[in-house]
T-cell receptor, first 113, second 112 residues
Framework: DQQVKQNSPSLSVQEGRISILNCDYTNSMFDYFLWYKKYPAEGPTFLISISSIKDKNEDGRFTVFLNKSAKHLSLHIVPSQPGDSAVYFCAASLIQGAQKLVFGQGTRLTINP | DAGITQSPRHKVTETGTPVTLRCHQTENHRYMYWYRQDPGHGLRLIHYSYGVKDTDKGEVSDGYSVSRSKTEDFLLTLESATSSQTSVYFC???????????FGSGTRLTVV
């Protein structure tokens, strides 16, 4: 049972425009959400996170929005740059000591010049 | 760069042979994890450790075992490799909640 879902396997956006990546989750016990970015042949790198007590967190060009009632979060990238082309994973953390993360399937973002 | 290294980076092995992947960290982080990445599945947790000799299973632990005899090393063993274990394996470390994981560069394992 996939508790964290990214329903769009791929997304293509024009350079300079906004990229919006979406993520849905089913487990209301998740208390922390994160986005990771992955380039080919590298490990994922942490991008931005948000606690379940907040609805928005911003870091430079990256903003994450959380809608708990809809069990939905999104990552906005503005403006999109060619270096943003990568696979993005959404992840959620359960209220447990080991901070186990549950990941979505990933969305491949391509920024076109 | 965070001090986490995985070895080997690439491995091809035959069905039925044992394989051990190594994760080494120099950050003295308490938590260590093994994930596998497969198309359409994202990253799935195999096993994790919350201290020396303290390990637990993840969602896809069948066919895998782990050991952590020192803080810095977390080993993943495939007792008898099968083709379904062909994957990219990532090790991750974390200090505590709220900081996210730091991942290694991955090991690409092919079982033929």
């Amino acid at each position: 049972d996939q508790q964290v879902k990214q329903n769009s396997p791929s997304l293509s956006v024009q350079e300079g425009r906004i990229s919006i990546l979406n993520c849905d989750y089913t487990n209301s016990m998740f208390d922390y959400f994160l986005w990771y970015k992955k380039y080919p042949a590298e490990g994922p790198t942490f991008l931005i996170s948000i606690s379940s007590i907040k609805d928005k967190n911003e870091d430079g060009r990256f903003t994450v929005f959380l809608n708990k009632s809809a069990k939905h979060l999104s990552l906005h990238i503005v403006p999109s740059q060619p270096g943003d082309s990568a696979v993005y994973f959404c992840a959620a953390s359960l209220i447990q000591g080991a901070q186990k993360l549950v990941f979505g399937q990933g969305t491949r973002l391509t920024i076109n010049p | 760069d965070a001090g986490i290294t995985q070895s080997p980076r690439h491995k091809v092995t035959e069905t039925g042979t044992p394989v051990t992947l190594r994760c080494h960290q120099t950050e003295n982080h308490r938590y260590m994890y093994w994930y596998r990445q497969d198309p359409g599945h994202g990253l799935r947790l195999i096993h994790y450790s919350y201290g020396v000799k303290d390990t637990d299973k993840g969602e896809v632990s069948d066919g895998y075992s782990v050991s952590r005899s020192k803080t810095e090393d977390f080993l993943l063993t495939l007792e008898s490799a099968t083709s379904s274990q062909t994957s990219v394996y990532f090790c991750a470390i974390s200090e505590s909640r709220g900081y996210g994981y730091t991942f290694g560069s991955g090991t690409r394992l092919t079982v033929v």
